[in-house]
């Protein structure tokens, strides 16, 4: 199995940023993709951005392209989210995954709130 913790997450102004981690462990070695949804009450969660750990290879939902960086460390265990230029709408829980031979494994999210 593959343990998933998300941390960073907090309060910013719009405009601020914010830095966010997932870090995995456990059977970590075919981990092939990991990345960032959120969640917001009554929505459905959404794919913010995803990386594929062997080559680095990178998406991001329309929403944040431009304004929103994934990344992962030299030993592709964990990656990171860095927020710039954060707006109202970026509010929600944020949810790292990390995907293993057809298993989608979850942290238990981390909550970012953009507000004046």
């Known amino acids: 199995q593959v343990q998933v913790v998300e941390s960073g997450g907090g309060l910013a102004q719009p405009g601020g940023f914010l830095r966010l981690s997932c870090v995995a462990s456990g059977r970590v070695l075919l981990v092939n993709n990991m990345g960032w949804y959120r969640r917001t009450p009554g929505a459905k969660r959404e794919l913010v951005a995803s990386?594929?750990?062997?080559?680095?290879?990178?998406n991001y939902a329309d929403s944040v392209k431009g304004r929103f960086t994934i990344s992962r460390d030299s030993a592709k265990t964990s990656v990171y989210l860095e927020m710039n230029n954060l707006k109202p709408e970026d509010t929600a829980i944020y949810y790292c995954n990390a995907k293993s031979m057809g298993n989608v494994y979850w942290g238990r999210g981390t909550q970012v709130t953009v507000s004046s």
């Open positions: 990386i594929f750990t062997a080559t680095g290879t990178a």
